[in-house]
């Protein structure tokens, strides 16, 4: 090997050896710090891609899982109504029969017995009516309202959309919406009234059928959904996290490496002293 002082390639290789392995050294450090595989787009471009698509699916997804969640409680709200409706009701059949026979003396005139039974099924009616129009749910009217459909998506587009229309099981209501407009201060009157009772009974109950099954309905769109986050945040750590073992062992390698690296700078360096003792 000829002696130069011009140039030390030794030095200069040891040097770009030694900025490789601070960069790979940095790498693994930022790798460890953060648990994640990916900290730039440089680190993988299309892994960065893949995984924050899946991120913002994951993201969709969740926010969709509350929102059924909550169209669950907004059905729960409803039916828990529905059903002191139709406790009202039950009441009313109580006093409708009652009125219907001839048994009961008076003709409906403030004081008598007709009277007084047809008083507390206007107030059955009137309390129907605060039922219907007061129950709200986040500060939305329940029956009647604004609420009409729950909306869920994957974040993928209309594709993977689903809006749910819970408006058949929330329609306005009330006493007349419910065919309940009579009277009970007369037998005849009572008995027709009886009918509709009946009748707004079983519309009752066909209204709480159609919110459990969209509660149900719901319910299995969340377990989907959950499931499928489940799914893809798998697939997106796959992607995005570190392997810790891994990077650890990089560490101690690339530690190594540098300590000799410079090791090596200094040697290479110092080689370069030996045409001074051409001089003595």
């Not at 290789?13 to 790798?31: D, M, P, V």
């Amino acid at each position: 090997m000829s002696l130069s002082i011009l140039n030390n390639i030794p030095s200069l290789a040891a040097q770009n050896q030694l900025a490789i392995t601070g960069s790979n050294l940095q790498k693994t450090l930022f790798r460890l710090s953060s648990g994640s595989r990916i900290n730039s787009g440089a680190d993988d471009a299309a892994g960065l891609a893949i995984a924050d698509g899946l991120h913002a699916n994951v993201t969709a997804l969740t926010q969709s899982a509350r929102n059924a969640n909550d169209g669950i409680g907004l059905l729960q709200v409803g039916d828990g109504a529905l059903g002191q409706i139709t406790a009202l009701l039950n009441r009313a059949v109580t006093l409708a029969t009652e009125s219907a026979t001839d048994t009961v003396q008076g003709d409906g005139t403030a004081g008598d017995q007709r009277a007084a039974l047809d008083d507390e099924y206007q107030k059955i009616l009137e309390e129907i009516d605060n039922i219907g129009s007061a129950t709200n749910y986040n500060g939305q009217a329940v029956f009647g309202g604004s609420i009409a459909t729950i909306y869920m998506s994957d974040g993928s587009g209309s594709t993977g959309e689903v809006k749910v229309d819970v408006s058949g099981a929330l329609a306005a209501l009330d006493s007349g919406s419910l065919g309940l407009s009579s009277d009970l201060k007369s037998a005849d009157d009572a008995q027709a009234e009886l009918a509709n009772i009946n009748a707004a009974i079983g519309q009752v109950a066909g209204l709480r059928g159609t919110a459990g099954a969209l509660i149900n309905q719901l319910q299995a769109a969340t377990n989907v959904m959950n499931n499928q986050v489940q799914n893809l945040s798998a697939a997106e750590d796959g992607i995005r996290a570190a392997d810790m073992g891994q990077e650890v062992a990089n560490l101690t390698k690339y530690s190594i490496l540098n300590q000799t690296g410079i090791s090596a700078l200094a040697q290479a360096n110092q080689m370069q002293q030996s045409v001074l003792s051409l001089l003595k």
